[in-house]
């Protein structure tokens, strides 16, 4: 789940996103990310698979809008791992 906090976080700059990063190079790992808010997200991110669009983040629904958009969310996760 990305948030313009967790872009901004200088923790998950130096320590958190290069280490996902490098494990989706080199050890396989499927990087199945989730825009939050409205946000200029970084390359580093949308160069994966965007669960939902981020020119719709989720806290732009309500309602039946952001439960379809989970239910959506939800399906495309469990294709991915074949489920």
């Known amino acids: ?22 494990s989706a190079e080199f050890d396989g790992l499927v990087i199945f990310w989730i825009p939050l808010k409205p946000a200029t997200y ?5 160069q994966f698979q965007e669960a939902h669009s981020p020119s ?3 806290s732009s ?9 989970l ?7 469990a294709k991915s791992l074949n489920l």
Not at 2 to 17: G, R
Not at 71 to 77: E, G, H, M, R, T
């Open 56 to 58: 719709v983040p989720l």
């Open 1 to 22: 789940m990305v948030s313009p906090a967790f872009i901004e976080s200088n923790y998950i700059a130096k320590h958190e996103l290069p280490q996902l990063l490098e």
């Open 61 to 69: 629904l309500r309602g039946a809008k952001r439960d379809q958009a």
């Open 42 to 46: 970084p390359n580093e991110i949308k």
């Open 71 to 77: 239910v959506d969310i939800a399906s495309k996760l």
